[in-house]
């Protein structure tokens, strides 16, 4: 349909412009879900493995995932507080977009050994409530990043739609270092 710039001067309303249709947002979703219950299935199904890498300098697989979340954790803080500099709520130099995106990409990449450590290695396991959420929000934040990685993408999008989707996968990221690296440095100390 074309729009005639000069209905509204001739005395004819303009047409209501339609922004995009809600449904289209049902893709981003259906892919994280579908990236989500993926993971927990595999998680699920596939015997553990004890142990999926091991690097040297730590004293044993336990540490190197709580060292690799807790910097994964550190890139999650920046890309929060980019995130503000680029919605104006903090002031930030001009590379705050370069700082947001790749802090991103770089707690991303360090998120994905720990990941796989957990997959591999330990399985999607409920014997306790701890280790029961650790599991849950494990694969839930991989299907809510795998959304948002879709949504920016797209154009038009509402102004509160990636703040919120943002601010979703740091919630769920922050839970599950405190159920995991926290948790391990609290119990077995903050060692190497």
């Not at 920016?152 to 739609?161: S, T, V």
Request: charged content about 10%; hydrophobic content about 55%; proline content about 6%.
């Amino acid at each position: 349909m074309t729009v005639d710039p000069n209905a509204a001067t001739r005395g004819f309303p303009e047409p209501a412009r339609r922004g995009p249709h809600p449904a289209r947002y049902l893709v981003p979703a259906l892919v994280g879900g579908a990236v989500a219950v993926g993971l927990g299935v595999y998680g699920k199904a596939h015997d553990p493995a004890g142990t999926a890498f091991d690097l040297a300098g730590f004293s044993s697989t336990g540490a190197v995932k709580a060292w690799l979340a807790s910097a994964a954790m550190f890139f999650a803080l920046v890309q929060l507080v980019s995130a503000l500099m680029l919605y104006g709520k903090l002031p930030g130099p001009v590379w705050s977009a370069a700082l947001h995106r790749w802090s991103g990409r770089a707690a991303f990449l360090i998120a994905v050994p720990v990941a796989v450590h957990c997959l591999y290695a330990l399985g999607y396991q409920t014997y306790e409530t701890r280790v029961m959420w650790h599991s849950v929000l494990g694969c839930f934040f991989f299907g809510a990043f795998s959304a948002k990685m879709l949504l920016l993408r797209w154009e038009r999008l509402p102004g509160w739609l990636l703040p919120i989707v943002g601010g979703l996968v740091f919630a769920v990221l922050t839970v599950i270092w405190l159920t995991s690296a926290l948790w391990f440095f609290r119990t077995f100390g903050v060692t190497t």
